[in-house]
């Protein structure tokens, strides 16, 4: 994290106070409405990475890196079929241009994770899709680092941690931390069932790896997101399968939206069983200032007439939910206005995207939450390319009242 001396904050201070506010230009080319702090940023531009989901970007010496994910490929056979990737790309402009750089030499993968540490970018975990996007699914635990995204080390073909996506990574107090997962593929795409995780593992390098807890209080899932602040670790929903089922009280989803942390990693403490808003996989969290900000990810989808079983005449319409929320501390929650993205719909609501929390303005005195890429499919039964996004946004909110 930057720091700043007291001098230059507030010769900043001084110069901000007599700066003219200059609205932001959409996408559209409009101003937004005051109201919203949602921006795209890049997008749609056939020169550039390939729209995907279960992709990483981290930020590194003020640069922005975009590598991996998949995309589906509805050209192939198999309906779960997709293309995965290993390419790099670099933006030195938050995220309005890319550059590839080239292509990894790890092999390609989606739904991974990548940290940064010590000047230094990591790589590990993560799937592929099997032979021709046909289960079973490859696994990975190895670890790759790079400076510049250009040159990779081989840390570990194999960290003792049991290969696995969906996984949580985290740099906190000086360690990498890995947390959860899944190896396997689920019922719901052909595979034979996944083994759930909630191991957390820890490493100074990358490459030498100690196990901090087997079995964390928190129950097993994979895709759960996880922030640090004020000493802390959050462990903040996630999932324990793909396939919703509907019962008594009706629809029985196999998600989470209880809130976990943790000062080691090793002792956990149950913030609440039951956060405000809905449980769901596949979204993000991030912290700008003292406030967790969560938002974003999958929700089960609903034929338009519930009464009667999903078929070409009654197609199933999106269910991602399309609130954001704030807290500082993980047991209170206040819903924001409006939606992330500017959604006005659930089919605007991406799942399996990743996001970062950058210093922009004047001296990096402002923070602001960057998304990259993300999927708006309700069914890898009929694959959509179209709703798998190459997008950049930035959400920058205007007053801290929450």
């Not at 101003?31 to 531009?45: L, M």
């Not at 540490?117 to 799937?127: D, H, I, P, S, T």
């Not at 592929?128 to 400076?147: H, I, Y």
């Not at 991602?320 to 992330?340: I, N, V």
């Amino acid at each position: 994290m930057k720091r700043y001396h007291l001098a230059p904050l507030i010769t900043a201070l001084a110069v901000l106070t007599m700066l003219v506010a200059v609205p932001a230009v959409s996408a559209s080319g409009q101003s937004p409405d005051p109201s919203s702090s949602w921006t795209k940023v890049y997008g749609d531009d056939p020169s550039g990475w390939t729209g995907r989901a279960g992709l990483q970007a981290v930020e590194l010496r003020n640069r922005l890196y975009v590598m991996g994910g998949r995309t589906p490929d509805p050209s192939q056979f198999d309906p779960f079929a997709g293309i995965l990737w290993n390419d790099v790309w670099e933006s030195r402009d938050l995220g309005a241009s890319w550059n590839r750089l080239g292509t990894a030499p790890w092999a390609a993968r989606g739904y991974f994770q990548a940290v940064t540490r010590g000047g230094a970018m990591y790589v590990m975990g993560g799937q592929n899709l099997g032979a021709g996007g046909v289960p079973p699914s490859e696994f990975f635990n190895d670890v790759w680092t790079s400076r510049d995204g250009v040159s990779w080390k081989l840390l570990t073909d194999h960290a003792p941690w049991q290969a696995r996506a969906g996984l949580s990574a985290i740099e906190f107090k000086g360690w990498i931390y890995v947390l959860g997962g899944s190896n396997g593929d689920d019922v719901a795409i052909g595979g034979s069932g996944r083994e759930l995780f909630n191991d957390v593992w820890r490493s100074r390098d990358g490459k030498s790896w100690q196990l901090v807890t087997s079995a964390a209080p928190w129950p097993a899932r994979a895709g759960a997101a996880v922030v640090q602040k004020n000493g802390y670790l959050y462990l903040l929903g996630g999932e324990n399968g793909f396939l919703c089922t509907v019962g008594p009280a009706g629809l029985q989803c196999p998600y989470f939206n209880d809130v976990w942390r943790s000062r080691d990693g090793a002792t956990w403490e149950l913030v609440t069983a039951a956060a405000a808003w809905s449980a769901r996989p596949g979204h993000q969290a991030q912290v700008l200032g003292d406030t967790i900000v969560v938002f974003g990810g999958f929700g089960w989808p609903s034929p338009v007439n519930p009464t009667q079983p999903p078929g070409p005449d009654n197609p199933l319409l999106p269910g991602h939910p399309t609130d954001q929320w704030a807290s500082r501390d993980g047991s209170q929650w206040t819903k924001l206005p409006g939606s992330p993205w500017n959604a006005t719909s659930s089919a605007d609501i991406k799942y399996d995207f990743d996001s970062l929390v950058v210093r922009t303005g004047i001296l990096g005195l402002r923070q602001s939450i960057f998304t990259f890429g993300g999927d708006r499919e309700i069914s890898f039964v009929s694959p959509d390319p179209t709703a798998v996004d190459d997008e950049v946004w930035r959400f920058s909110p205007q007053l801290w009242r929450w």
